[in-house]
Every structure is written in C-alpha cells, then in structure tokens.
C-alpha cells in the first residue's frame, strides 16, 4: 500500500502542541466550569488566521475554516474538561489545581486539535468544503457538553464528523479502530431503602435496612443473569453503599447507587422496570419503603462502517497495516455519541502508553499520564482523514 508522507507542517508544530498540552495539564478545570480553558482555546484559534472563531454554548469553542472551493463539511471534535483528582506525577507540569487533574487525556485532546487548526488554517485557499472545530466542555459530566453544543446548532450542515481518544492502555504507533457498536450507554440508579433504626442488641425492634439492602444488592445481579440473554452486553455495578453510623446501631437507611451499561434500546426501556420490581418485592417483604431514581445517561456509541472504513484506510496509508488495531467495544461510555446523532461518524484510539518511560497507568488514575509522541499521530491522521475526505 502506499504510504502518504507526513506533512512537513506537522513537525514544525509538534512543539507548539507539547507546550499546549502542558499549559493545559498545569491549568485543569473540571466539567462545567472551563473558563480559562476556553479562553485560551479560543484566543489560541484567532492567533492562527483564517478561521472564523465562535463561542456556541458558555465553556464551549468552534472554529470554522471554510476553502475556497465548495465541497462537504467535516466536523473534528476533542473534549477539554478535567476529573477531580489529586495528581500524583511529579512531572514540571503537573496541575496547579488541588483536587483537579487530567487523568483522561484531554489535555491531549485539545491540543491535537489546535495543531490540525493551526496547520489547515494555513491550507484555506487549497481547501475544498469546511473543517469545523469542536472543543467541546463537559465530557465527563450527564448531561454533557456534546449535546448542548449539538443543541446550540454547531452540526448543521456537517457531513461526517470524527474524533478520537488517547489511550494509554496499548501502546504508541497502534491505532484502535472498531466498527459499529464501540462504547456502551451509561445510566444510572440513586436508591434509598428507608428501614427503623435501633439499638443493635435488640433487632426485632427495627427494620434492618443494611440487611435489606444486601438482598437487593445480591438480587440485582440476577437480572443480568437471569432475565437477559448472555449473549447480550449488559452490565449492573454497585458503586455506592453508604448506611449506618456506629457499629452498635442498627442503620435507620442505606443509599445505594450504581451504573447499568448497555448497547441496545431494549435494556434502558426495561431495566428500571425490573430493578423496580426486584427493590420493591424485597422492601416489601421486610416492612420497609424505598425511593428509586433511574437516570437515562449518554446514547451508546456506535461508529458508522464507511467512516470507520474511511479512517482505517488512512491509518493503514499513513503508517502500515500493522498500526491498525481492531479492538472490541468497551462498557465505558462517551458522549460524542451526541454528534453521531446528526452525521455518519468514527470514534478512534490512539496507542498513548509507553512501557519503557513507565507510561502504563490507566485512565482516571492519579498518576495517569500518556507519551506525547502519541499527539502527533492524532494530528497527522487528522490532517490526512480531511484530505480524504474533502479531497
């Protein structure tokens, strides 16, 4: 096959790209509250020239950058919130934030996305059709940023749109393509089982909401089991189980949370109504009440196969075949399925671990972090996914 040649541009940036990154590490803001992020994003894209630089929603930014032939419009999208973590890297540009670190990668997100602008800024009078630039707010927080920003109208008139996410779990120089269903929708589930509290020597005098609470817990889970297909992707988790205050006091309530994952329509419709039954014949049974909340959280994504195909094609152009890493879809959840609502889309993984430089943490960890070799391949598959599709 034959293989393209990196852009001479993409070098020239690959410092401005770095320190864009660092800047972004070092300043981290969490969902809904990216001020400074956003500014400095949108200062950024007007230093470049040629783009048209707009604020959709309150920490959102789009630029446009529209040739000077006619063609279709291609949507590029990267997210720029933080997690509230306390970091634990002892790099220079650790975060300066207490509690708040980029533990995802999207420092790296962003900053892949100003190198594509700033390079294809400089390509407007070859450019045929629009390149819109999606710096979307809010990713790890329901609602989302994505669906605001979609809601603010930034998809009118996109053809394709495409983005992608480091990862620090394979290594640099692969490329995790996946056609079709990729990453699962995510709901959750607030529930409080409300028992009599008391004295713990003398527990025929309460309702034991603990003990009540564990056979809901432990019952959950045949639904999954029981009441579904196993070969369906389902999961239920309990993330949260909060009840009592002293170990001779029997609990008054517990607070009970967790998450349910799934790809199809079908599991959203009716898991609450078969957690509802499983909660309510248990309280029930033992004389105690309950408050059930369900939360209907991101759609699933779901990569569409001629995009995807589109983007395989140009990895395997770019680097070799043996960068294509076809992977399975995961249970974790993305809310660029927002976007995929209102063009054909790609998702797509860039290798961002390094064993050698210790570079193995998963996301979300205090000491997560990614090789930043990883950005120029982002920016470089970026480049060449808007010269395929735009010609």
């Known amino acids: 096959m034959q293989s393209l040649k ?32 956003s500014q400095f994003v949108y200062d950024t894209l ?6 048209e630089v707009t604020r959709p929603t309150k920490y959102s930014v789009m630029a446009r950058l ?3 032939q006619p063609g279709k419009t291609l949507g590029i999208r990267a997210d720029m919130d933080a997690l509230p973590i306390e970091e634990e890297n002892s790099f220079d540009f650790k975060s300066k934030t207490p509690g708040v670190m980029h533990a995802c990668g999207h420092d790296g997100h962003t900053a892949m996305l100003l190198g594509t602008a700033k390079i294809l800024s400089g ?7 629009e390149v819109r630039f999606f710096f979307q707010h809010a990713e790890e927080y329901f609602p989302g940023g994505a669906q605001e920003m979609v809601d603010a109208g930034v998809m009118e008139g996109v053809d394709i749109v495409i983005g992608a996410h480091l990862m620090s779990t394979f290594e640099v120089g692969k490329v995790g393509i996946v056609y079709g269903p990729m990453m699962a929708a995510p709901d959750g589930f607030f529930l409080t089982i409300k028992g009599k509290g008391g004295h713990g020597s003398a527990p025929h005098e ?8 564990a056979q809901v817990v432990t019952n959950l889970q045949y639904i999954v089991s029981r009441n579904t297909d196993p070969l ?18 029997i609990a008054n309530s517990v607070e009970i949370s967790g998450t349910v994952r799934s790809f199809d329509l079908k599991f959203r419709e009716s898991m609450p109504v078969l957690m509802e039954r499983v909660i309510k014949g248990i309280t029930e049974a033992h004389g105690a009440s309950y408050e059930f909340d369900y939360l209907t959280g991101y759609r699933p994504v779901i990569n569409d196969n001629e995009v995807t195909k589109l983007i395989e094609e140009t990895v395997g152009e770019i680097y070799g075949e043996h960068s294509v890493d076809h992977q399975k879809p995961t249970m974790g959840a993305e809310d660029f399925s927002a976007f995929q609502q209102k063009a ?6 860039i290798g961002a671990g390094n064993k050698e430089k210790g570079i193995t943490y998963p996301h979300h960890h205090p000491r997560f972090t990614f090789d930043e070799e990883a950005m120029e391949y982002g920016v470089n598959i970026f480049i060449h996914a808007v010269r395929k599709i735009l010609g």
């Open 206 to 213: 309460t309702i034991d909401s603990i003990s009540i609470g």
């Open 66 to 68: 529209i040739g000077t």
């Open 123 to 129: 390509m407007k009078d070859s450019l045929k059709g």
């Open 232 to 249: 369906d992707n389902l999961v239920l988790s309990i993330g949260k189980f909060v009840g009592g205050e002293a170990a001779n006091v």
């Open 46 to 51: 007007l230093s470049f020239g040629n783009l």
């Open 6 to 37: 990196l852009y001479p541009e993409i070098k020239s940036v690959r410092e401005d790209v770095i320190a864009w990154r660092r800047h972004l590490h070092q300043h981290p803001e969490l969902s809904y509250q990216e001020e400074r992020t």
């Open 344 to 349: 054909p889309s790609n998702y797509f993984l």
